[in-house]
């Protein structure tokens, strides 16, 4: 018996039908809605979605305390957003490296001295620490990149 000449048992045909149209159904919506690619966000909303608060545990006082995140996003232009600002007081900077690029950072007191290094490899390509910064302003660069810029303006209480 060749199989051109298998006829499947009716439930079976049956089972494959439904399950075929429920697929192509279910695809079709996916499709027909625009969300296959995830979400995508205009600079202005980007600035928007920029801070999040994050709940964190105070050890100090064994209870939880929340602090903003401000979100600086390496793209093939540089650093978005380009400015921060932001009231004195504790806050984590966080800095995602989508395109997993080996980047060697720096968060220096504008005009003085470096504050931090901060090293991004392709295993670890995001970072992330709390600061507390006095007011004034601050500049975020990455070494291989004199143009890309991030200026971080802390203002006092």
């Given at each position: ?20 149209g ?5 695809s ?91 090293r991004?490899?392709r295993?670890e ?33």
């Open positions: 018996m060749s199989i051109r000449n298998y006829k499947f048992p009716l439930r079976r045909r049956v089972l494959i039908v439904f399950l075929t429920g697929f192509l159904s279910l079709l919506i996916a499709f027909a809605s625009g969300n296959l690619g995830g979400p995508n966000f205009t600079p202005d909303e980007m600035r928007a979605e920029n801070r999040a608060s994050i709940a964190l545990p105070d050890q100090r006082q064994n209870r939880t305390r929340s602090l903003e995140t401000e979100f600086v996003v390496v793209t093939d232009r540089g650093f978005e957003p380009t400015a921060i600002t932001r009231p004195q007081g504790e806050f984590i900077l966080m800095i995602e490296n989508p395109n997993r690029q080996q980047l060697n950072f720096s968060l220096s007191r504008e005009g003085g001295p470096r504050l931090q290094q901060i991004a490899s295993e390509p995001n970072w992330n620490e709390i600061q507390d910064l006095s007011p004034g302003r601050y500049v975020l660069t990455e070494q291989s990149h004199p143009g890309w810029m991030c200026l971080i303006t802390i203002t006092a209480r």
